[in-house]
Every structure is written in structure tokens, then in C-alpha cells.
């Protein structure tokens, strides 16, 4: 059974930092990646990183703020989040098998964390 158990999400207030982590048990993926969803707002996407750790992809949004890594011997990817903004207040998913664009998801997701940022 193929899981993705998100952690480290919270409350900061705005120019804080977080550092959200995605355990993958089951199975290793290729790629895998983070989508957050804001009140009202679609899905979209964060940032992803391919198996070796040396391709990443960012949205626009968040570069130079967001870094992501992966640790493949513990299956576990990271988002280090810093000088956070309200606007990044969202509900923060881990996706495993993703296109490194962000342009289309795989079928394994974790249940999500709260991040909330205070201005």
C-alpha cells in the first residue's frame, strides 16, 4: 500500500519560515513534488524534484523563497519554506510520480497540512 504522510506545517507569521516533509512508504517514485490549495482557489502547483536530487522546478511564486530536497535512502522529500507571505496560506499536498513541470500529477497523495501565514 503506496502511502505519502505529509509534516511540519503551522502557523508563521510572514517572513517566517517552515520546513514541510513527505515520507513515502510503499514505494519510490521518480519524481515527486508539493501542490498547495488555497480557500477558494484551485490546486496548484509548488515545486518538484526528480529521484537524484539534481533537477528541480519551481513556480514562479515561490522562487528564491521555496527550496526543495529529497532524501532517497529515507524516501522522504522536503519543502524548506522562508521569508513566507500571507498569500502562500494554503493547504500544502505532497504528490509522488508527478511531471517535473507541475503540468500533470501522479495518483499518490499525501493528506495534506495546514500552513498558515500571519501578515
Known amino acids: 500500500q503506496v502511502q505519502l504522510t505529509e509534516s511540519g506545517g503551522g502557523l508563521v507569521q510572514a517572513g517566517g519560515s517552515l520546513r514541510l516533509s513527505c515520507a513515502a512508504s510503499?514505494?519510490?517514485?521518480?519524481?515527486m513534488g508539493w501542490f498547495r490549495q488555497a480557500p477558494g482557489k484551485e490546486r496548484e502547483f509548488v515545486a518538484a524534484i526528480e529521484w537524484n536530487g539534481l533537477t528541480t522546478n519551481y513556480a514562479d511564486s515561490v522562487k528564491g523563497r521555496f527550496t526543495i530536497s529529497r532524501d532517497s535512502a529515507k524516501n522522504t522529500v522536503y519543502l524548506q519554506m522562508s521569508n513566507l507571505k500571507p498569500e502562500d496560506t494554503a493547504i500544502y499536498y505532497c504528490?509522488?510520480?508527478?511531471?517535473?513541470?507541475?503540468?500533470?500529477?501522479?495518483?499518490?497523495w499525501g493528506q495534506g497540512t495546514q500552513v498558515t501565514v500571519s501578515s
Open positions: 510503499g514505494r519510490s517514485f521518480n519524481n
Open positions: 504528490n509522488g510520480g508527478l511531471v517535473l513541470s507541475g503540468s500533470a500529477t501522479g495518483r499518490d
